[in-house]
């Protein structure tokens, strides 16, 4: 199973971006997706989930900014990110779980740079 993430890029303070990201390979059904993000110096957080039914979950700082969205059809997940802040800086990985024995994929990732 491969993720190919793509979207990032510079944007200004309240600008907009939407990060796209595509599973392929041998795959039956995914359960888990999500985004996550490492800023410089600081340590991987998952930013957005959404499992294959659904259900969202998001971190607090990105709460009413983002939106996390799958199509299960095409084994694909965005987040739509608005209202960006410079503590939005860094590098969005994608992810995908698989059902049975929870296995994880992860995307190349995707540099996001908010300038103040």
């Known amino acids: 199973v491969q993720l190919q993430a793509s979207g990032g890029g510079l944007v200004q303070a309240g600008g907009s971006l939407k990060l796209s990201c595509a599973a392929s390979?041998?795959?039956?059904?995914?359960?888990?997706m999500g985004w996550y993000r490492q800023a410089p110096g600081k340590q991987r957080e998952l930013v957005a989930g959404i499992t294959s039914r659904g259900s969202t979950n998001y971190i607090d700082s990105v709460k009413d900014r983002f939106t996390i969205s799958r199509d299960n059809a095409k084994n694909t997940v965005s987040l739509q990110m608005n209202s960006l802040k410079a503590e939005d800086t860094a590098v969005y990985y994608c992810?995908?779980?698989?059902?049975?024995?929870?296995?994880?994929?992860w995307g190349q990732g995707t540099l996001v740079t908010v300038s103040s």
């Open positions: 390979g041998t795959i039956v059904r995914i359960a888990d």
């Open positions: 992810n995908a779980v698989m059902p049975l024995f929870r296995q994880e994929y």
